[in-house]
């Protein structure tokens, strides 16, 4: 059972650079700002104007919030501990934020899976398009996602509350991380460090097989084009979608190969942040830049804002 006694943990982060707080607040606040502005202004796109009424720009509403929800759920803690000059985060806080922690990286991964379905049906099945990603599908798929990502986080929080602590209670991140909280613990945690690596191969390899299953279709089906001009059209529809899965994968398998490779809780922090902040950060520039209909519709946004203030 649980050591009742324990009533908080303290989140090292940056500790180790007490000379930079101001410069740190500034640069998490300003990140986290522009993440949630990118993606409220794909969100505002996708339900302003009814041609981006489609699946793909369904998903991407919905990934857009989750990422929202993602980063919300670590950067303003630790923009009040900086603030406040306080490592510490509540044992209910701690087990609140691993909770919607694992809950939405695990609904990115999976709502990042359904956009790579939609792509593929998109570019090796244009003509059943419509007939295939009908909106009850796109729901459906969607609140599967959901379904599984809620249940597979309350399995990982159950296992967290069996746990007892004793009185190592520092964290060397900047948020509550499964792994990080595992290792903390007093108790026996084989049980918990099984289904953490079971469920890192089923629920994060099992959609990256799937990802890369259907770009190797697409990788078929566009060289079965004859003209250059006909494939650089299909592949620019899964250019950003593509980039986005790219960066997403390669920052958390960068995080966890430096978390085994070094015992240096700066440089591991350090690479936390790129998968927790900047790549959320980063969606909605690639999204926007890269996709014509979104940045026609952002376009228009903005000048019927003008035309209204005028």
């Known amino acids: 059972?649980?050591?009742?006694?324990?009533?908080?943990?303290?989140?090292?982060?940056?500790?180790?650079?007490?000379?930079?707080?101001?410069?740190?607040?500034?640069?998490?606040?300003?990140?986290y700002l522009v993440t949630v502005l990118g993606k409220l202004l794909i969100?505002?796109?996708?339900?302003?104007?009814?041609?981006?009424?489609?699946?793909?720009?369904?998903?991407?509403?919905?990934?857009?919030?989750?990422?929202?929800?993602?980063?919300?759920?670590?950067?303003?803690?630790?923009?009040?501990?900086?603030?406040?000059?306080?490592?510490?985060?509540?044992?209910?806080?701690?087990?609140?934020?691993?909770?919607?922690?694992?809950?939405?990286?695990?609904?990115?991964?999976l709502l990042l899976t359904v956009m790579a379905y939609d792509r593929y049906v998109a570019v090796c099945r244009p003509l059943h398009y419509?007939?295939?990603?009908?909106?009850?599908?796109?729901?459906l798929l969607i609140l599967v996602s959901w379904f599984v990502s809620v249940l597979y986080a309350l399995f990982q929080n159950l296992m967290v509350l069996c746990l007892s602590f004793c009185m190592n209670l520092e964290i060397p991140h900047f948020f509550c991380e499964l792994n990080q909280v595992v290792q903390l613990a007093c108790s026996d945690t084989f049980l918990n460090e099984v289904v953490i690596y079971v469920a890192a191969i089923l629920l994060g390899g099992g959609p990256l097989t799937g990802i890369?299953?259907?770009?190797?279709?697409?990788?078929?089906?566009?060289?079965?084009?004859?003209?250059?001009?006909?494939?650089?059209?299909?592949?620019?529809?899964c250019a950003s979608h593509l980039s986005v899965v790219s960066l997403f994968y390669c920052t958390s398998l960068g995080v966890y190969l430096s978390s085994a490779v070094t015992q240096n809780s700066r440089s591991t922090s350090t690479a936390s942040v790129m998968y927790t902040v900047v790549t959320p950060m980063l969606n909605p520039f690639i999204y926007?830049?890269?996709?014509?209909?979104?940045?026609?519709?952002?376009?228009?946004?903005?000048e019927r804002e003008r035309l209204n203030i005028n």
């Open 1 to 31: 059972m649980k050591d009742t006694e324990i009533s908080e943990f303290l989140l090292l982060g940056f500790a180790e650079d007490p000379e930079l707080p101001s410069l740190i607040f500034g640069l998490f606040l300003t990140m």
């Open 43 to 109: 969100i505002l796109a996708t339900i302003s104007y009814s041609h981006l009424r489609m699946p793909m720009y369904f998903c991407l509403s919905n990934l857009s919030f989750v990422d929202i929800c993602f980063t919300s759920t670590t950067v303003p803690k630790m923009l009040l501990n900086i603030q406040t000059q306080s490592k510490a985060i509540a044992y209910a806080g701690c087990i609140t934020q691993i909770h919607f922690f694992v809950l939405l990286i695990e609904l990115d991964i």
């Open 130 to 139: 419509l007939v295939i990603m009908k909106p009850h599908l796109c729901g």
């Open 212 to 237: 890369l299953y259907s770009y190797s279709k697409i990788v078929s089906s566009l060289r079965a084009i004859s003209s250059a001009q006909g494939r650089y059209k299909a592949f620019s529809t």
């Open 288 to 302: 926007i830049l890269r996709n014509q209909d979104l940045k026609s519709a952002l376009r228009r946004v903005f």
